[in-house]
Each structure stands twice: as C-alpha cells, then as structure tokens.
C-alpha cells in the first residue's frame, strides 16, 4: 500500500507501481466515483471508434490464433492473386 498527499487544485500523484499495473498513461482519463468503501478510480482508455473493432473479444481472439499461426511458422506468402486462390483450393 502506498500514501499520496492530495496537492493544490486536488491533485494526487498515482503511485508508478499503479499506473504501470493500470497501463495508464499521461493524459489518460480516469472516472472517479464516491463509494461506501472510499474513493474508486476506473481508468477510461478511449478507442478511436474507427479502431473499436480491432478490440473486440472476437476479432482479438482472431489475432491471437494468428499469432500462434506466425508463430509456428503455418503461414505462406504467394507471388499472385491467382496463386493464393489456386491456394485455397488444395
């Protein structure tokens, strides 16, 4: 456990170990809620929506299969268009 000092205009100093564990970043939004145990910090990581997809459970679940793929060397490249579709049908 650490102790930070609330400073003038309220601010507080996270603990790095915290920051770290919580990835967060300079900038970074973080909701603050009042609750009957104290006080509860939620980090707000903000997605641009154009890139929301890219984190969703399914898509993320797509790219760690693709990573064991790569990593165990089940991938391929092809010099044509027609070469990966001739690919397929093997």
Do not use: C, H, Y
């Not at 459970?57 to 001739?86: N, S, Y």
């Amino acid at each position: 456990m650490s102790i930070s000092i609330v400073r003038g205009k309220g601010q507080i100093t996270l603990p790095r170990e915290i920051r770290e564990a919580a990835r967060l970043e300079e900038g970074d939004p973080v909701e603050v809620e009042m609750t009957e145990e104290g006080i509860l910090l939620r980090p707000q990581k903000v997605i641009d929506s154009t890139q929301a997809w890219f984190w969703t459970p399914a898509w993320q679940l797509m790219e760690a299969e693709a990573d064991v793929d790569i990593a165990t060397g089940r991938v391929g490249t092809f010099e044509t268009g027609e070469d990966l579709l001739a690919s397929l049908n093997d």
